[in-house]
């Protein structure tokens, strides 16, 4: 059997801004500043454009390989740590 590919989206109920090369979320879900603004880097506001139900993981990490030239398998375990960081705030999902 093949490799399941999942394609991960951003939640809905999030506003987002992307200045200059970072990226400002603001989550209508918390009820303390630190859990309603979150901010990304330029290489996380990267990864946030790919995060679109179009790419997979491993897509990310081959266009983060290509722009930073850095090892696929650190670019994968760095975008699965972001990601999962990014799930359990509930700023993108898994359909």
């Known amino acids: 059997m093949g490799k399941l590919r999942v ?4 939640t809905r109920d999030l506003a987002w801004r992307i200045i200059d090369d970072e990226t400002i979320l603001l989550s209508f879900r918390g009820k303390r500043v630190r859990d309603v603004v ?4 330029s290489t996380a506001t990267y990864i946030w454009k790919l995060i679109d139900g179009k790419h997979s993981p491993e897509d990310i990490a081959g266009r983060i390989v290509d722009k930073y ?7 994968l ?6 990601m999962k960081d990014l799930s359990g705030r ?3 999902y898994y359909p």
């Open 7 to 10: 394609f991960p989206q951003k």
């Open 69 to 75: 030239g850095i090892s696929p398998r650190v670019a």
């Open 90 to 92: 509930g700023y993108i």
């Open 38 to 41: 979150y901010t990304l880097n």
């Open 77 to 82: 375990a760095k975008l699965r740590a972001l």
